[in-house]
């Protein structure tokens, strides 16, 4: 299963747009936000990206946890993130979990 899955993502990422370095991977990053209308600091992390499809999958080093204070929620992002992306929306995400602060 795991294996499918891997082969899956991997035909995927056939024709993508692939950004290396910190500033290549913010810039790409900012503008694929900008363009689906999400907001800024939603994908913080190293990206490549199917046009075509919407395909999209970020990587990093070490698993990270981000505090959205205007939402008080806490998202945790694993080393590798996948989803499938399009104006509005994410569908088919994998790697993240949302955790609700109660005060």
Aim: charged letters at 25%; hydrophobic letters at 40%; a positive charge.
């Amino acid at each position: 299963m795991a294996s499918d899955l891997r082969k899956s993502f991997e035909e995927e990422r056939a024709g993508a747009i692939i950004a290396y370095g910190a500033e290549d991977c913010n810039r790409h990053i900012a503008e694929l936000l900008h363009d689906l209308r999400f907001p800024k600091g939603v994908l913080p992390l190293k990206f490549g990206y199917v046009h075509e499809t919407g395909f999209a999958w970020m990587k990093q080093k070490a698993p990270y946890e981000h505090y959205f204070a205007s939402i008080k929620m806490v998202v945790s992002y694993a080393t590798e993130v996948t989803a499938y992306v399009e104006k509005g929306k994410m569908k088919k995400i994998s790697g993240v979990k949302g955790k609700q602060i109660l005060l």
